[in-house]
């Protein structure tokens, strides 16, 4: 029983295409983001969202959209996809509680997005 | 800003020995965590230790161990009797009491060699 799963787990699509990634965790956190993992491997947080409610947008283009329609599910939509896009892009969850970031963030298995 | 530094990109090692990570990481804050994060080819985050800022002592895990120096702001990860399966990226990551934003280092791609 995965606890954050992401769907799909590989995308290759086109230039131009709007797609959509999709986050679902069963563990009971308040709190959901999205991070890009670019081809030099390094990890960026894109958005968080916390009990559907977005607290933060770190610059990412407005061609990127987040929807979170209940706590347990963070979806991403890319409209416009551009081959700069190309990434994976994980899906991850946290505890809302006091000290409850300092169990660390569970993190779903990646969408490894390709624009070509 | 905080910021996470680990200054080695890739390191070797030989199955059975001993392999040491660097991090270290920058904020004014005096309450936080301290992460190492795991990221074999399979590409899933793994969650391989963590360590609470108002703690001395140093967080264990089976063969994983940490070196906590809160005032030099250092956070090295130990691996004893190095595994093939050890083989992985690994990430050093930082968040504040409180805090909202999970902020990782750059990596450090750790080879176990037979």
């Known amino acids: 029983d995965t606890a954050v799963s992401q769907t799909p787990k590989y995308l290759v699509t086109q230039m131009g295409n709007d797609k959509s990634i999709k986050c679902e965790q069963n563990?009971?956190?308040?709190?959901m983001y999205w991070y890009k993992q670019d081809s030099k491997k390094f990890l960026k947080i894109m958005f968080s969202?916390?009990?559907?409610?977005?607290?933060i947008n770190e610059t990412v283009p407005n061609r990127f959209s987040p929807k979170s329609p209940d706590k347990a599910h963070l979806n991403l939509h890319i409209n416009s996809l551009e081959l700069g896009d190309s990434a994976v892009y994980f899906c991850?969850?946290?505890?809302?509680?006091?000290?409850?970031?300092?169990?660390?963030?569970?993190f779903g298995s990646g969408t490894r997005l390709t624009v070509v | 800003a905080q910021t996470v530094t680990q200054s080695q990109p890739e390191m070797s090692v030989q199955e059975a020995e001993t392999v040491t990570l660097s991090c270290t990481y920058d904020?004014?804050?005096?309450?936080?965590?301290l992460f190492w994060y795991k990221q074999p080819p399979s590409r899933q985050m793994i969650l391989v230790i963590r360590?609470?800022?108002?703690?001395?002592q140093n967080a264990t895990e089976n063969r994983f161990s940490v070196n906590f120096q809160k005032a030099a702001k250092s956070f090295s990860l130990k691996i004893s009797d190095s595994q093939l399966g050890d083989t992985a990226m690994y990430f050093c990551?930082?968040?504040?009491?409180?805090?909202?934003?999970?902020?990782f280092g750059a990596g450090t791609i750790l080879r176990v060699k037979s």
């Open positions: 904020t004014s804050e005096s309450n936080y965590y």
């Open positions: 990551a930082f968040i504040i009491e409180g805090g909202n934003k999970l902020v």
């Open positions: 969202y916390n009990n559907k409610e977005l607290i």
């Open positions: 563990l009971g956190h308040d709190t």
């Open positions: 360590q609470e800022a108002y703690k001395q």
């Open positions: 991850a969850s946290s505890q809302d509680l006091p000290g409850g970031v300092g169990y660390g963030y569970t």
